[in-house]
């Protein structure tokens, strides 16, 4: 069985920082690389970070410098910091494992697992 859920989402000032949560159920070999993505309503699906199986990350330029990918084999958990948030960090975060690179692209994957995605709202 696979599952990912996230959690953690909500709503925060500017500047203010959230950690999502993700649990993961699906087997460590299939998982990585696995990361996160967001969407806000009437925007296209965007790449947020990711880690691979050696604990490496890849972000954003958006992201980079505020947000962190990170993971707890222990508790099969994976998480996103998220540090000095703005209101347009505002969307449904998702999280997503098994991700491959679009060929030509940077930055751009696809999953072959998704989470239901969790609400995070910044208000000014």
């Known amino acids: 069985q696979v599952r990912l859920v996230e959690s953690g989402g909500g709503l925060v000032q500017a500047g203010g920082s959230l950690r999502l949560s993700c649990a993961v159920s699906v087997r460590t070999f299939r998982a990585y690389p696995m990361g996160w993505f967001r969407q806000a309503p009437g925007k296209e699906r965007e790449f947020v970070g990711l880690i691979n199986s050696t604990g490496g990350s890849t972000y954003a330029d958006s992201m980079k410098g505020r947000f962190a990918v990170s993971r707890d084999d222990a508790k099969n958990t994976m998480y996103l910091q998220m540090n000095s948030l703005k209101p347009e960090d505002t969307a449904v975060y998702y999280c997503?494992?098994?991700?491959?690179?679009?060929?030509?692209?940077?930055?751009?994957?696809?999953?072959?697992?998704w989470g239901q995605g969790t609400q995070v709202t910044v208000s000014s």
């Open positions: 997503a494992a098994g991700l491959t690179r679009r060929a030509g692209t940077i930055n751009n994957y696809r999953a072959d697992y």
